[in-house]
């Protein structure tokens, strides 16, 4: 199968309602699913982000999605329920309009039924993240789109110029906070100008030693703190650097298979022997020794992520996708 074109803002198939999957279709999905997959894939390969994609956005009219956050999920004839009226509100994308945005209203919480490739019955509870993300996605199986939930008329904004705005938003609030960087940040901000990045290490006014503590002190959510984690690799002694987004726990089980080996966290003395730094305040780059990097694929959803740098007080912020580029690190899931 192959990357099939995504079907854009426009195209008066988006707003057809799809109809039911059969049971007797069920054994001729596969290749559907294929093709969602592999459009999925390609469109995060070239725009960094993307996690799930409704078969309308391909042209196909079945009520079907496809997912694939930490591992690949098929929804078919998926239904909502929403256990209460609690509601969020966020900017919303979609890959149908991949450079606009729209700030829309979602539940906090849902709960989905569906039936999997098997024909099995299904039920998940979802908050958060992944409900506005299934709630996104099932819309498209009836024909809205995200443009259609706008909350009011300003809602819509470029996602080229919302980062600006926020980026120098959340850059001039921590550089109210800009102190003289001490040794162990300005070896960090040293090390990025020598990899020709153009990162300003800033110097926060409170302790951010945890990510909840740096998202606040930034103004960002917390998957958006990139936190450095040293691993021993068991078998070998050997160290390893997990870099991962702020809510999620490393899984040392599927690291250990990614690796070919069982891994632990590292104690605080190999970590400053291998880093140079402590706890707390490990960056991803300018280490003492060359240490083999996973990347954590969650850490893509975001245009813009912060890092410590080099101190529980210090951070700088980057696009993801420079992190392969500065750590040589490898793109998997660590959950």
Same mark, same amino acid.
């Given at each position: 199968?192959?990357?099939?074109?995504?079907?854009?803002?426009?195209?008066?198939?988006?707003?057809?309602?799809?109809?039911?999957?059969?049971?007797?279709?069920?054994?001729?999905?596969?290749?559907?699913?294929?093709?969602?997959?592999?459009?999925?894939?390609?469109?995060?390969?070239?725009?960094?982000?993307?996690?799930?994609?409704?078969?309308?956005?391909?042209?196909?009219?079945?009520?079907?999605?496809?997912?694939?956050?930490?591992?690949?999920?098929?929804?078919?004839?998926?239904?909502?329920?929403?256990?209460?009226?609690?509601?969020?509100?966020?900017?919303?994308?979609?890959?149908?309009?991949?450079?606009?945005?729209?700030?829309?209203?979602?539940?906090? %919480?849902?709960?989905?039924?569906?039936?999997?490739?098997?024909?099995?019955?299904?039920?998940?509870?979802?908050?958060?993240?992944?409900?506005?993300?299934?709630?996104?996605?099932?819309?498209?199986?009836?024909?809205?789109?995200?443009?259609?939930?706008?909350?009011?008329? %300003?809602?819509?904004?470029?996602?080229?110029?919302?980062?600006?705005?926020? *980026?120098? *938003?959340?850059?001039?609030?921590?550089?109210?906070?800009?102190?003289?960087?001490?040794?162990?940040?300005?070896?960090?901000?040293?090390?990025?100008?020598?990899?020709?990045?153009?990162?300003?290490?800033?110097?926060?006014?409170?302790?951010?030693?945890?990510?909840?503590?740096?998202?606040?002190?930034?103004?960002?959510?917390?998957?958006?703190?990139?936190?450095?984690?040293?691993?021993?690799?068991?078998?070998?002694?050997?160290?390893?650097?997990?870099?991962?987004?702020? @809510?999620?726990?490393?899984?040392?089980?599927?690291?250990?298979?990614?690796?070919?080996?069982?891994?632990?966290?590292?104690?605080?003395?190999?970590?400053?022997?291998?880093?140079?730094?402590?706890?707390?305040?490990?960056?991803?780059?300018?280490?003492?020794?060359?240490?083999?990097?996973?990347?954590?694929?969650?850490?893509?959803?975001?245009?813009?992520?912060?890092?410590?740098?080099?101190?529980?007080?210090?951070?700088?912020?980057?696009?993801?996708?420079?992190?392969?580029?500065? @750590?040589?690190?490898?793109?998997?899931?660590? @959950?």
């Amino acid at each position: 199968m192959a990357a099939r074109e995504i079907l854009q803002l426009g195209d008066p198939l988006l707003h057809r309602i799809c109809e039911p999957v059969l049971r007797e279709e069920c054994d001729g999905l596969a290749s559907v699913v294929e093709d969602l997959r592999d459009t999925l894939q390609a469109f995060r390969y070239r725009h960094g982000i993307g996690r799930a994609i409704a078969a309308p956005q391909i042209g196909v009219l079945k009520r079907l999605v496809y997912l694939e956050v930490r591992e690949p999920v098929v929804f078919i004839n998926p239904e909502l329920q929403f256990p209460d009226d609690a509601m969020m509100e966020l900017w919303d994308d979609c890959m149908s309009f991949p450079n606009l945005l729209v700030r829309v209203r979602r539940y906090r %919480r849902c709960r989905i039924t569906y039936r999997d490739l098997s024909w099995t019955r299904r039920e998940l509870s979802l908050e958060n993240d992944l409900s506005e993300l299934l709630q996104h996605e099932c819309d498209h199986l009836d024909g809205i789109l995200a443009t259609a939930r706008a909350i009011d008329g %300003r809602a819509f904004a470029f996602r080229s110029e919302l980062h600006r705005s926020s *980026n120098e *938003n959340a850059v001039q609030s921590v550089t109210d906070a800009i102190r003289s960087l001490p040794a162990s940040a300005q070896r960090v901000q040293d090390a990025l100008r020598a990899y020709g990045a153009e990162f300003t290490v800033l110097q926060l006014p409170d302790s951010a030693r945890t990510a909840k503590q740096a998202a606040d002190a930034i103004g960002c959510s917390v998957p958006q703190i990139a936190k450095s984690l040293v691993f021993r690799q068991k078998a070998s002694g050997e160290p390893l650097l997990v870099i991962a987004s702020g @809510t999620n726990r490393v899984s040392e089980e599927r690291v250990g298979e990614i690796v070919g080996q069982q891994v632990v966290m590292a104690d605080a003395e190999m970590v400053r022997a291998v880093t140079g730094f402590a706890i707390g305040g490990v960056p991803p780059v300018a280490h003492r020794e060359t240490i083999p990097t996973l990347v954590d694929a969650d850490l893509f959803r975001f245009d813009q992520i912060w890092a410590a740098a080099g101190t529980p007080h210090s951070v700088f912020a980057l696009d993801p996708k420079e992190l392969p580029r500065l @750590t040589g690190g490898k793109v998997v899931s660590v @959950t």
